[in-house]
């Protein structure tokens, strides 16, 4: 299909854009690979019928970043996903924009440089902390420059800054969600779109300000917050242990709205810090620049923090580890580079790796919470305490003729039934607590369809509801439906069945989750769409009770995959490893650990990160030290 593109000089050229070239879709667009005056471009396409800010486009075109790319080596590397040519049809209207193509296969996402699971395919020179200082430069640069210009990134978070593997320069994307100056027009500004959860600056909580009226202050938050993370391995500055048991706040961004920051200079006495984090190994002087960020509304400017990495790179306030041999200069050594004065990082997590691997879990699994909890949309996850046992002949031997003997015997039996069928019932014989429980339902739970069941729980004409609910949330987990009491008839293999199928005996009402799952990544796509974000939260959701429906039977499923998945999981290198999962339609999951039996708002602010991909989800472990009693599902991203 061909389309205009029309450039800083309101030149025209036609250009023709390929359907299979897609490479990504969001709530509002598509975006496609295209190739135009023989360079390679992304072009963001509107869907039919979303409003397109046509004059911000507009404004973005006319007002490009000077240093729009960069030039290393004789190679231009893309430094803003800015708006370069506005698209417009057959008609003369906008429908979107030509961006520069940023490689994907060629970047980092940033938060590789700290993710414990995502930091694994590093080398040691890009994981020792030289590096990493610098790439806070490169940022702070980047958002400098922005801010000069009175542009604010506003969704300022991880996954929309991107590194080059090749010279680890960073690279900025969304840029048409930001807010955009327009001196001398009218509006005199274009109000950004959208703000992300965990990098959300206190004020915009506790005021309920909305993303159009953020700026400057927002961004030196967010900033902050992710500079504070890129040097203390993905820790959040609001990520602590709560010591006050009259808090209650179970987001980042609602314990940073109430001042629970733990690592500051000054101990605070509402929040300890968690035990993995090593801001005390950082400079005075970087903390100091954290207090300011995270405990006043003065914050630290991109300038600010220019100025002092600067400092640390060029006053040489970086040295390596006495243990290493400095004669041998090996690459490997870069990550026992530290503070001059501090403990060396390289050496604490080495001997924190070593303690993980040595210590046991020891976990209780309550998976049937109250029936009448509306918030339980999650549960324990079950850890495994111990490596398999070695293959054991003999026992193996046992097993198997016992096995073979209870063949034997049960064709025996089925033999004398065939021989003997008058002694046989021709109806199963009900208990009097089974005929008690039928009759407060009005149904037959034995034989009744899944089907009937569920539309018996939420029918308001039954004689007992909670006695009834009670029994048909036992006889749902007697066929392997292991879903919460309020939430397995929300399960879309249930709903699915047919009313005509009728139900002869126990073991064919056994209903196979499996054919569910391709249900599960359309509510994925619908919840992200409604909200326009991948990473859903139950706050997110919490909205809409409908939303909030779909949320808690996406959340019931991940927990049924993980803990089916926990029978066989298994520690590696400090993480922990689940295989044999079917979550296609998520790729990461984020739970918190509560002090509570059951999965409340209540969180102990700690959190354990699991990358979902091809049927494998690795975790960040749980400190295991904290007197938890549920782990739970905080979000998940598409």
Same mark, same amino acid.
Not at 414 to 442: F, G, L
Not at 503 to 523: F, G, I, N, W
């Given at each position: 299909?061909?389309?205009?593109?029309?450039?800083?000089?309101?030149?025209?050229?036609?250009?023709?854009?390929?359907?299979?070239?897609?490479?990504?879709?969001?709530?509002?667009?598509?975006?496609?690979?295209?190739?135009?005056?023989?360079?390679?471009?992304?072009?963001?396409?509107?869907?039919?019928?979303?409003?397109?800010?046509?004059?911000?486009?507009?404004?973005?075109?006319?007002?490009?970043?000077?240093?729009?790319?960069?030039?290393? @080596?004789?190679?231009?590397?893309?430094?803003?996903?800015?708006?370069?040519?506005?698209?417009?049809?057959?008609?003369?209207?906008?429908?979107?924009? &030509?961006?520069?193509?940023?490689?994907?296969?060629?970047?980092?996402?940033?938060?590789?440089?700290?993710?414990?699971?995502?930091? $694994?395919?590093?080398?040691?020179?890009? %994981?020792?902390?030289? &590096?990493? *200082?610098?790439?806070?430069?490169?940022?702070?640069?980047?958002?400098?420059?922005? =801010?000069?210009?009175?542009?604010?990134?506003?969704?300022?978070?991880?996954?929309?800054?991107?590194?080059?593997?090749?010279?680890?320069?960073?690279?900025?994307?969304?840029?048409?969600?930001?807010?955009?100056?327009?001196?001398?027009?009218?509006?005199?500004?274009?109000?950004?779109?959208?703000?992300?959860?965990?990098?959300?600056?206190?004020?915009?909580?506790?005021?309920?300000?909305?993303?159009? %009226?953020?700026?400057?202050?927002?961004?030196?938050?967010?900033?902050?917050?992710?500079?504070?993370?890129?040097?203390?391995?993905?820790?959040?500055?609001?990520?602590?242990?709560?010591?006050?048991?009259?808090?209650?706040?179970?987001?980042?961004?609602?314990?940073?709205?109430?001042?629970?920051?733990?690592?500051?200079?000054?101990?605070?006495?509402?929040?300890?810090?968690?035990?993995?984090?090593?801001?005390?190994?950082?400079? @005075?002087?970087?903390?100091?620049?954290?207090?300011?960020?995270?405990?006043?509304?003065?914050?630290?400017?991109?300038?600010?923090?220019?100025?002092?990495?600067?400092?640390? &790179?060029?006053?040489?306030?970086?040295?390596?580890?006495?243990?290493? @041999?400095?004669?041998?200069?090996?690459?490997?050594?870069?990550? =026992?580079?530290?503070?001059?004065?501090?403990?060396?990082?390289?050496?604490?997590?080495?001997?924190? #790796?070593?303690?993980?691997?040595?210590?046991?879990?020891?976990?209780?699994?309550?998976?049937?919470?109250?029936?009448?909890?509306?918030?339980?949309?999650?549960? =324990?996850?079950?850890?495994?305490?111990? $490596?398999?046992?070695?293959?054991?002949?003999?026992?193996?031997?046992?097993?198997?003729?016992? +096995?073979?003997?209870?063949?034997?015997?049960?064709? #025996? /039996?089925?033999?004398?039934?065939?021989?003997?069928?008058?002694?046989?019932?021709?109806? +199963?014989?009900?208990?009097?607590?089974?005929?008690?429980?039928?009759?407060?339902?009005?149904?037959?739970?034995?034989?009744?369809?899944? !089907?009937?069941?569920?539309?018996?729980?939420?029918?308001?004409?039954?004689?007992? =509801?909670?006695?009834?609910?009670?029994?048909?949330?036992?006889?749902?987990?007697?066929?392997?439906?292991?879903?919460?009491?309020?939430?397995? /008839?929300?399960?879309?293999?249930?709903?699915?069945?047919?009313?005509?199928?009728?139900?002869?005996?126990?073991?064919?009402?056994?209903? @196979?989750?499996?054919?569910?799952?391709?249900?599960?990544?359309?509510?994925?796509?619908?919840?992200?769409? +409604?909200?326009?974000?991948?990473? *859903?939260?139950?706050?997110?959701?919490?909205?809409?009770?409908?939303?909030?429906?779909?949320?808690?039977?996406?959340?019931?499923?991940?927990?049924?995959?993980?803990?089916?998945?926990?029978?066989?999981?298994?520690?590696?290198?400090?993480? +922990?490893?689940?295989?044999?999962?079917?979550?296609?339609?998520?790729?990461?999951?984020?739970?918190?650990?509560?002090?509570?039996?059951?999965?409340?708002?209540?969180?102990?602010?700690? $959190?354990?990160?699991?990358?979902? !991909?091809?049927?494998?989800?690795?975790?960040?472990?749980?400190?295991?030290?904290?007197?938890?009693?549920?782990?739970?599902?905080? %979000?998940?991203?598409?």
């Amino acid at each position: 299909m061909k389309y205009s593109a029309v450039d800083q000089n309101n030149q025209i050229e036609k250009f023709e854009l390929l359907k299979d070239e897609k490479i990504g879709e969001g709530a509002t667009a598509l975006v496609y690979k295209v190739n135009y005056k023989n360079q390679t471009w992304a072009a963001k396409l509107f869907k039919d019928g979303q409003k397109i800010n046509s004059a911000k486009i507009k404004a973005m075109l006319e007002h490009q970043p000077d240093d729009l790319s960069i030039n290393l @080596d004789g190679q231009d590397f893309i430094q803003y996903a800015w708006v370069k040519y506005v698209i417009k049809n057959g008609v003369g209207k906008v429908i979107g924009f &030509l961006m520069p193509y940023v490689d994907h296969d060629e970047t980092y996402s940033l938060d590789t440089f700290y993710d414990p699971v995502l930091s $694994k395919r590093l080398t040691p020179f890009e %994981s020792a902390l030289t &590096l990493r *200082i610098q790439l806070a430069i490169n940022l702070c640069e980047l958002i400098h420059n922005l =801010h000069n210009n009175q542009n604010y990134f506003v969704d300022i978070k991880p996954q929309n800054i991107k590194v080059y593997k090749k010279n680890h320069k960073v690279v900025l994307l969304d840029c048409d969600g930001y807010s955009i100056n327009n001196a001398n027009g009218s509006p005199n500004r274009f109000e950004a779109d959208l703000i992300s959860t965990d990098y959300i600056a206190p004020e915009v909580t506790r005021d309920n300000l909305k993303p159009s %009226s953020l700026g400057l202050q927002q961004d030196l938050y967010g900033l902050a917050v992710i500079l504070f993370q890129l040097l203390n391995r993905g820790t959040h500055p609001f990520q602590g242990i709560t010591t006050d048991k009259n808090i209650s706040a179970s987001t980042n961004d609602e314990r940073a709205s109430l001042g629970l920051y733990a690592y500051g200079l000054k101990e605070n006495g509402k929040v300890k810090p968690r035990s993995q984090s090593i801001h005390n190994l950082f400079l @005075d002087g970087t903390r100091t620049l954290f207090d300011k960020s995270f405990e006043t509304e003065s914050r630290t400017t991109a300038e600010e923090w220019i100025s002092h990495f600067n400092e640390i &790179l060029n006053n040489k306030k970086l040295e390596l580890c006495d243990k290493v @041999d400095r004669s041998k200069k090996l690459e490997k050594d870069l990550i =026992h580079m530290k503070f001059s004065g501090k403990e060396c990082i390289g050496c604490k997590l080495g001997l924190e #790796k070593t303690l993980i691997n040595k210590k046991k879990r020891i976990y209780n699994v309550k998976s049937n919470p109250s029936p009448n909890s509306a918030n339980n949309t999650s549960s =324990h996850i079950p850890i495994p305490t111990k $490596k398999p046992e070695e293959f054991d002949f003999a026992k193996f031997f046992y097993y198997a003729i016992g +096995i073979i003997l209870i063949i034997v015997l049960l064709a #025996k /039996c089925s033999e004398d039934s065939k021989n003997n069928s008058s002694s046989v019932s021709s109806s +199963i014989q009900v208990s009097p607590a089974t005929e008690e429980n039928n009759e407060s339902c009005n149904i037959d739970l034995k034989y009744s369809t899944p !089907k009937q069941l569920c539309d018996t729980q939420w029918s308001k004409t039954k004689k007992n =509801h909670y006695k009834c609910t009670l029994s048909i949330t036992i006889e749902l987990g007697n066929r392997g439906l292991y879903a919460f009491p309020e939430e397995k /008839c929300g399960l879309k293999t249930i709903d699915a069945l047919p009313t005509s199928v009728e139900v002869k005996t126990p073991k064919a009402a056994v209903v @196979d989750q499996s054919a569910s799952l391709e249900t599960y990544r359309d509510k994925v796509n619908k919840l992200a769409s +409604i909200y326009g974000v991948n990473t *859903i939260t139950r706050d997110v959701a919490r909205n809409s009770q409908e939303n909030f429906s779909l949320y808690r039977q996406i959340v019931n499923e991940i927990v049924i995959q993980f803990k089916e998945a926990s029978k066989t999981a298994e520690f590696k290198d400090g993480l +922990i490893i689940y295989k044999q999962m079917n979550l296609p339609f998520v790729s990461k999951v984020v739970w918190y650990a509560s002090d509570l039996d059951t999965c409340t708002d209540k969180s102990l602010g700690i $959190k354990e990160s699991c990358l979902v !991909k091809d049927g494998t989800a690795t975790c960040q472990s749980i400190e295991l030290n904290l007197n938890y009693k549920s782990i739970c599902v905080e %979000s998940f991203t598409k």
